[in-house]
């Protein structure tokens, strides 16, 4: 009888596979914004959609239903915050806003479905 091995990764060539379901969907375009973690360069760092970047100022943008991260636990960077979420319980995510504009956007990521998701049910941090 043989035994059934299950593989991670297969490495062929230099090139390596993975199976489809590891592969994390991006999060679903709503009315033509993406859910997307932004980086400011003194405003920190903010979770949801991003409306538009600014006409005259392309490092402006204007986010709608987002939330502010003021600390993150479980992700290295903002790459795996954007893909693989954040723990929820040791992490401090602020309320939603309906609107925000940000100035200064160093870096705006994509989000996966199931970080969105967790983004989107996480307790709010307040005082």
Same mark, same amino acid.
């Given at each position: *009888?043989?035994?059934? /091995? ?10 390596? =596979? &993975?199976?489809?379901?590891?592969? #994390? ?7 033509? *914004?993406?859910?997307? /973690? ?10 949801? =959609? &991003?409306?538009?970047?600014?006409? #005259? ?24 915050v ?31 479905e ?14």
């Amino acid at each position: *009888m043989s035994k059934k /091995v299950k593989v991670d990764k297969l490495e062929i060539d230099g090139v390596t =596979y &993975v199976p489809e379901s590891s592969i #994390k969907n991006l999060a679903p375009d709503t009315d033509g *914004m993406k859910y997307c /973690v932004v980086r400011t360069y003194s405003a920190g760092v903010h979770i949801g =959609y &991003v409306e538009s970047f600014g006409d #005259k100022h392309p490092q402006h943008a204007k986010l709608v239903n987002s939330r502010r991260l003021h600390y993150w636990d479980n992700a290295c960077s903002l790459s795996q915050v954007a893909i693989d979420g954040v723990d929820v319980n040791n992490s401090r995510i602020a309320i939603e806003l309906p609107e925000i504009e940000l100035t200064d956007v160093i870096e705006v990521i994509p989000c996966s479905e199931s970080a969105m998701e967790l983004f989107k049910t996480a307790p709010e941090w307040k005082k």
